[in-house]
């Protein structure tokens, strides 16, 4: 093999340094997550800090990874948990089998269970991966507890299940742009989002100006338009 051979291997090297770098320093340089991002899942309390899970199973039976365990009791009377007759006594979830496909989100009837952004978790015992009630209960300001164990990063806890409240929650055209979620500690009232029929509200949505302002730092290489 002569050097001209060799100049002409080495072409494809000399053309990649001049190229926009695709890697990053993970994990000390995080790439921005997608506003609609399926990470570790909250349970979600109504402003007045009432627990929003009414034990009713329909997320443990529509998981196809069959990953959560719920167990639901009558409300005491004097000391109600959540607002209904029943409220989730037990709630477990298994990250060993969760496949983050958000059916429980969509399965739940009050919004109780949500996802955040956060993926970066890991444990040494098989065990630390089952979530309870106890990790998973958003905190008393309504933001997810941020567990030793988790690598929360800005943004992580902002528009949990973002994909799912993009159209109605019946998936119903006609219901785009109404109001659908009750109150939520933290967060308050969210706005309806635009749908995609083309029947926008009059009023944009807040979070689908937060939607926009997220995917805007995503770096060209991952997709986005930040350079
Ligand atoms: S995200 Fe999917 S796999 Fe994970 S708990 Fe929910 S339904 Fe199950
Ligand atoms: S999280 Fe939702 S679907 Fe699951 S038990 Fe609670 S109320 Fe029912």
Same mark, same amino acid.
């Given at each position: $093999?002569?050097?001209?051979?060799?100049?002409?291997?080495?072409?494809?090297?000399?053309?990649?340094?001049?190229?926009?770098?695709?890697?990053?320093?993970?994990?000390?340089?995080?790439?921005?997550?997608?506003?609609?991002?399926?990470?570790?899942?909250?349970?979600?309390?109504?402003?007045?800090? $009432?627990?929003?899970?009414?034990?009713? =199973?329909?997320?443990?039976?529509?998981?196809?990874?069959?990953?959560?365990?719920?167990?639901?009791?009558?409300?005491?009377?004097?000391?109600?948990?959540?607002?209904?007759?029943?409220?989730?006594?037990?709630?477990?979830?298994?990250?060993?089998?969760?496949?983050?496909?958000?059916?429980?989100?969509?399965?739940?009837?009050?919004?109780?269970?949500? =996802?955040?952004?956060?993926?970066?978790?890991?444990?040494?015992?098989?065990?630390?991966?089952?979530?309870?009630?106890?990790?998973?209960?958003?905190?008393?300001?309504?933001?997810?507890?941020?567990?030793?164990?988790?690598?929360?990063?800005?943004?992580?806890?902002?528009?949990?299940?973002?994909?799912?409240?993009?159209?109605?929650?019946?998936?119903?055209?006609?219901?785009?742009?109404?109001?659908?979620?009750?109150?939520?500690?933290?967060?308050?009232?969210?706005?309806?989002?635009?749908?995609?029929?083309?029947?926008?509200?009059?009023?944009?949505?807040?979070?689908?100006?937060?939607?926009?302002?997220?995917?805007?730092?995503?770096?060209?290489?991952?997709?986005?338009?930040?350079?």
């Amino acid at each position: $093999m002569g050097a001209l051979d060799a100049l002409k291997g080495f072409k494809v090297t000399f053309k990649q340094i001049f190229e926009p770098r695709v890697t990053s320093s993970y994990p000390d340089e995080k790439r921005p997550k997608p506003p609609r991002f399926h990470g570790r899942h909250v349970l979600n309390r109504y402003e007045d800090g $009432m627990e929003k899970c009414i034990g009713c =199973e329909l997320c443990a039976g529509v998981c196809p990874a069959d990953c959560i365990y719920v167990r639901g009791a009558d409300n005491p009377p004097d000391h109600p948990v959540s607002p209904g007759e029943r409220y989730g006594f037990v709630y477990e979830i298994n990250y060993l089998r969760c496949i983050h496909c958000d059916l429980c989100v969509e399965a739940c009837p009050t919004q109780a269970i949500t =996802e955040s952004k956060l993926f970066e978790f890991s444990f040494t015992d098989r065990n630390d991966a089952i979530y309870t009630k106890a990790e998973l209960v958003v905190r008393d300001d309504g933001k997810p507890q941020q567990l030793p164990w988790e690598d929360w990063r800005e943004g992580d806890d902002l528009l949990t299940s973002g994909w799912m409240r993009a159209t109605s929650p019946a998936g119903v055209a006609d219901q785009e742009g109404r109001r659908h979620w009750s109150g939520e500690l933290g967060y308050g009232s969210r706005a309806p989002e635009r749908g995609q029929s083309g029947l926008d509200p009059a009023e944009a949505s807040p979070s689908l100006e937060l939607r926009k302002e997220e995917a805007a730092k995503i770096p060209v290489r991952f997709g986005g338009r930040a350079r």
